[in-house]
């Protein structure tokens, strides 16, 4: 009974920004961590950026910088600021969270089904 639904993804020019926004609905308890992740053409799905219940970041060396992901626990959204983009960003972008639903305490993960984010010049 949780989904996570992704948006913000779109075509950009090489410098360009987006701002990925997920949220997570559902009968939600908690949730411990939201982050990011990505997946290009030929490529294995990688993380970018992970946040946790107590604000501590993670980023891919890749990103770290460029990106930035930030979190509204009131409304349990997480966003992911991506400024300086470039052709290598090119992927589908999943969002990713470990939700506790209501009457149950053991955690589970949750995936959204992705945002295309497509940098060409």
């Known amino acids: 009974q949780v989904q996570l639904v992704e948006s913000g993804g779109g075509l950009v020019q090489p410098g360009g920004s987006l701002r990925l926004s997920c949220a997570a609905s559902?009968?939600?308890?908690?949730?411990?961590?939201m982050g990011w992740f990505r997946q290009a053409p030929g490529k294995h799905r990688e993380l970018v950026a992970i946040?946790?219940?107590?604000?501590?970041?993670n980023y891919a060396d890749s990103v770290k910088v460029r990106f930035t992901i930030s979190r509204d626990t009131a409304k349990n959204w997480v966003y992911l600021q991506m400024n300086s983009l470039k052709a290598e960003d090119t992927a589908v972008y999943y969002c990713?969270?470990?939700?506790?639903?209501?009457?149950?305490?053991?955690?589970?993960?949750?995936w959204g089904q992705g945002t295309q984010v497509t940098v060409s010049s």
């Open positions: 559902g009968s939600i308890s908690s949730i411990s961590h």
């Open positions: 990713e969270a470990v939700v506790s639903t209501i009457g149950v305490i053991t955690p589970s993960e949750y």
């Open positions: 946040t946790t219940s107590g604000g501590t970041t």
